[in-house]
């Protein structure tokens, strides 16, 4: 199975920030690469696919890069809402696998 | 709207089993794939299985390999995980989840559409 590692598992930041998530895969999964968010409580919410476009009712701070082994999410200034959980998970082959997470608090 | 509703969440005791349903609507059913993906408390996500659209394609997750069934019935846009020799480790929600198609070719796969999960709890 191809591992997916996140980093950092957990990132203090304040509102306006802009922040990066990295992903990095065990093996090359090409452009294969989604990112969710998920709130408490609730189901993950799909935030960009293919590594880096844009599901749609995304907002645009939101963007994704990267392709082989390493890639990034980055949120350009932070809101109030976009405080959660954020996974990576790889297409590239099955079983498809996520990330452990990375926790994104207010500072 | 588009929606997924799972069911058939319980208690169970190890070694039991319990068949979890997923009713979609608010699109054709027939033109996706369809995926279950379980959250154990406070972990992450972990794919179980896969199904095409036509299920002549299945996958599942080693963990699970042997002892869940996965299947679909289109024509009740419905799907299904049958689970037997239930252990502790299976505790978890479990989330219903459309997987949608980009491009060509089977990577091309995002999870777009998820359900708001049922809980499996296995306990003695």
């Known amino acids: 199975d191809i591992q997916m590692t996140q980093s950092p598992s957990s990132l203090s930041a304040s509102v306006g920030d802009r922040v990066t998530i990295t992903c990095r895969a065990s093996?090359?999964?090409?452009?294969?690469l989604n990112w969710y968010q998920q709130k408490p409580g609730k189901a993950p919410k799909l935030l960009i696919y293919?590594?880096?476009s844009l599901q749609s009712g995304v907002p645009s701070r939101f963007s994704g890069s990267g392709s082989g082994t390493d890639f990034n999410l980055s949120i350009s200034s932070l809101q109030p809402e976009d405080f959660a959980i954020y996974y990576c998970?790889?297409?590239?082959?099955?079983?498809?696998?996520f990330g452990q997470g990375t926790n994104l608090e207010i500072k | 709207e588009v929606e997924l509703v799972e069911s058939g969440g319980n208690l169970v005791q190890p070694g039991g089993s319990l068949r979890l349903s997923c009713a979609a609507s608010?699109?054709?059913?027939?033109?996706?794939?369809m995926n279950w993906v379980r959250q154990a408390p406070g972990k992450g996500l972990e794919c179980v299985s896969y199904?095409?659209?036509?299920?002549?394609?299945?996958y599942y997750a080693e963990s699970v390999r042997g002892r869940f069934t996965v299947s679909r019935d289109n024509a009740k846009n419905s799907l299904y995980l049958q689970m037997n020799s239930l252990r502790a480790e299976d505790t978890a929600v479990y989330f219903c989840?459309?997987?949608?198609?980009?491009?060509?070719?089977?990577?091309?796969?995002?999870?777009?559409?998820w359900g708001q999960g049922t809980m499996v709890a296995v306990s003695s």
């Open positions: 989840v459309r997987e949608f198609r980009y491009g060509s070719g089977w990577r091309s796969g995002a999870l777009d559409i």
């Open positions: 608010g699109f054709t059913f027939t033109n996706f794939n």
């Open positions: 199904i095409s659209d036509s299920s002549n394609v299945i």
């Open positions: 093996q090359s999964v090409s452009s294969y």
């Open positions: 293919a590594a880096s």
């Open positions: 998970q790889q297409s590239f082959s099955t079983p498809r696998t």
